[in-house]
């Protein structure tokens, strides 16, 4: 039996999840912000209000969290970084997907980001858990097209 566990986040996990980043997760932050995964994952990690790690059977699978942006208005930017772990367990994945995306919004009343058109899989999956998507527009440092997506969480 698959084992999944969600826990907070640390830097040492940060540091364990950046050279085993999906390559798609690379190719949007290379595109939003021209970071490397590790300093896109630390950067995140250390902004962000309750970070949590995604563990399967054992492995990191992902790290999530919000970064606040008005702590008046209750607004912050969702992010979710991952591994190869995740499409080796899709169905575990999608299980505790909810379930931590309750965990990280409590106490915001609207979440948003951008995500890389390219990014498909991460598209349906954030549609999947109630995110409204946007039509892609230019974004990041190289103008490149990203859909923004938003949601207001059940508080």
Not at 15 to 28: G, I, T
Not at 50 to 66: K, T, Y
Not at 86 to 111: M, Q
Request: charged share 20%; hydrophobic share 45%; glycine share 8%.
């Amino acid at each position: 039996m698959v084992r999944a566990e969600i826990r907070p986040a640390t830097l040492a996990d940060a540091d364990a999840l950046a050279p085993r980043m999906r390559q798609a997760d690379r190719d949007e932050i290379w595109a939003a912000s021209r970071q490397s995964p590790g300093d896109s994952l630390r950067n995140a990690v250390r902004a962000s209000r309750q970070p949590l790690a995604g563990v399967i059977d054992g492995e990191l699978a992902c790290l999530l969290g919000v970064v606040p942006q008005s702590t008046l208005g209750g607004t912050g930017a969702a992010w979710m970084l991952g591994s190869e772990v995740i499409e080796r367990h899709p169905l575990v994945f999608l299980r505790h997907s909810r379930p931590a995306l309750a965990e990280i919004a409590r106490g915001f009343n609207y979440l948003h980001n951008w995500v890389d058109a390219r990014n498909t899989v991460a598209i349906r999956w954030l549609a999947w858990l109630g995110f409204t998507i946007h039509d892609p527009e230019p974004f990041g440092v190289f103008g490149m097209p990203f859909h923004h997506f938003e949601m207001r969480p059940h508080v």
